[in-house]
């Protein structure tokens, strides 16, 4: 069976190389061709010999994730589903903001996700595996060269908000982030990076015992431990308390940007008491809300909170002094805004 060759890190691609006779700058040669050309076949590596691509080829795969579909909102989102090698299908998506030159990709990293949150389309979907790197950078190598396409201007940001959950597929996640802020490679500054967790309170003191350098969001939703329950079943595990203490210390550690993300539900987290609440869970470090619309998911009772409602909730933060932005979905029309990333096509 053929290895994966993007499974190797530099090093071990040197000593692979080592190993075959070659002198050590085709493996920095292979490198590039892997992870900053982004090509899917050896034969593709032209300035190797002919008879190095076929020795590669013999014992070596590469796992290229192929755009299968692509969807275009009337917004400008474009939302892409992958295909993996064995078939399984993932979705990213581009969030342009052209009058920023803000063009964000929202990426995944799971086959479906075995968090079930309630409210959200890929929670409905069973895990099937974790991606590789390989799989999660051809993501930013496909989304990057539409927006290049479309808007004339490269990816600026990338969020780990698609679908699954980035700090149960740490290693490959981590190793993702390498690749894309290698600065012999894609060289994105990690500061253009967050990471989004729906809150794994042991895994969050891991970044930071890590010392990473990107930014870090957790799904919050619901600012007491009744309501989160309800819809976030890692709350059990993971109460605001341990998510609290844990964020503290990431903050601490870091000093990396933290945001809360909060999808305002109707009638179930957009009180003024929810909006106090929250307020006091801004206390602990320094940290910006992101008050998020809820999109409807086809089968799901949750609806979105009216404008009046929102406003008020708002309110409240802002006079407690609390850093919110609220934002209006993008891509509804495709299927491709927050929570609503489940293979539909
Ligand atoms: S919100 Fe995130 S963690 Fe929760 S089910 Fe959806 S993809 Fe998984």
Known sequence: MKKNIRNLDKEELRDLFKSMGQPSYRADQVWRWLWVEGVSTFEEMTNLSKALRSELDEGFEIDKAIVASVQNSSDGTVKSAFKLVDGATVEAVLIPVPDDRRFTLCVSCQVGCSLSCSFCATGRMKRVRNLTAGEIVDQFFEVNKQSLEIFGHPLTNIVYMGMGEPLLTYREVMKSIDRITDQDGINMSPRRIT?????????????????????????????????????????EQNDLNSLMEALTYFHRKTGNRISYEYIAFHEFNDSEEDAEQLAQLCTNFPVRVNIIEYNPVEGLDFIKSDEDRLDRFAGILVDRGVRVTVRRSRGKDIDAACGQLANKN
Do not use: C, P, Q, Y
């Open 195 to 235: 990471v989004s967790t729906a809150g794994i309170a042991k895994m969050i003191k891991k970044l930071a015992d890590d010392e990473v350098r990107f930014n870090l969001a957790l799904s919050l939703h619901a600012a007491n431990d009744k309501k989160r329950d309800e819809i976030m079943a890692i709350n």
